[in-house]
């Protein structure tokens, strides 16, 4: 079993920044990737941004340019710094673990509670 703890949410004005953070606890071999989702009211749970143990990252058009993720594997902790924000990018942010518990395990998905992240104009 994974744990995930989110920090980092908050209310900010248009163009400000904020970091969130991850950190993954709990019994497994490995975290083979973490990343960062985001919820708004009606819609479906979408990517921001996604990164590997390897270094690999992805981000959705809409953060590109705009928002950085990194891994500390060490700390199994991942971070999103997010800066020149838009009313837009507010929503429920989550983070995400894919861990495998031995080495020839299948990877498993698991979520954080969630962090809330408001934009004001």
């Known amino acids: 079993q994974v744990q995930l703890v989110e920090s980092g949410g908050g209310l900010v004005q248009a163009g400000g920044s904020l970091t969130l953070s991850c950190a993954a606890s709990?019994?497994?071999?490995?975290?083979?990737?973490m990343g960062w989702y985001r919820q708004t009211p009606g819609k479906q749970r979408g990517v921001v941004a996604t990164?590997?143990?390897?270094?690999?990252?992805h981000y959705a058009d809409s953060v590109l340019g705009r928002f950085t993720i990194s891994l500390d594997n060490a700390k199994n902790t991942v971070y999103l710094q997010t800066n020149s924000l838009k009313p837009e990018d507010t929503g429920v942010y989550y983070c995400?673990?894919?861990?495998?518990?031995?080495?020839?395990?299948?990877?498993?998905?698991?979520w954080g509670q969630g962090t809330q992240v408001t934009v004001s104009s």
């Open positions: 990164v590997t143990k390897g270094g690999s990252t």
């Open positions: 709990g019994t497994f071999f490995s975290i083979d990737a």
């Open positions: 995400n673990a894919l861990s495998r518990r031995r080495m020839y395990s299948e990877g498993t998905n698991y």
